[in-house]
């Protein structure tokens, strides 16, 4: 039955993905992609405590599912892609640091404060 687990999170994830990043671009306005940084972090984040403290259906319904709605690992691409391509490529190289920087360090907190 993991198959209706990683179904149920994704039924969560990505309408909270969508919620989430339309709540950010009402504050923060510009080219920046602030709303994809915040719920790739956040994902990092969950995803990190579910592998560190769940496993079976439960990680296949927060780790695969949840996670795997809320993050975002192509509009992330396509969004650096348009800045550079307009011409912001210190807003791209700035996206791709952070949100290397930030979801790594968030997967380790995330699996720090569960262990």
Request: aromatic letters at 12%; glycine letters at 14%; charged letters at 10%.
């Amino acid at each position: 039955m993991s198959w209706l687990a990683v179904f149920v999170g994704g039924c969560v994830g990505a309408p909270a993905r969508y919620l989430l990043d339309a709540v950010v671009r009402r504050w923060v306005a510009g080219p920046f992609p602030a709303g994809t940084l915040l719920v790739n972090v956040l994902g990092s984040l969950v995803l990190g405590a579910a592998a560190a403290g769940l496993d079976g259906s439960a990680y296949a319904l927060v780790g695969t599912g949840f996670c795997g709605a809320l993050t975002t690992f192509s509009t992330f691409t396509f969004e650096t892609w348009r800045l550079g391509e307009s011409g912001r490529l210190e807003l791209a190289l700035l996206n791709v640091g952070v949100s290397l920087v930030a979801g790594v360090l968030a997967a380790a907190l995330g699996w720090w404060l569960v262990a």
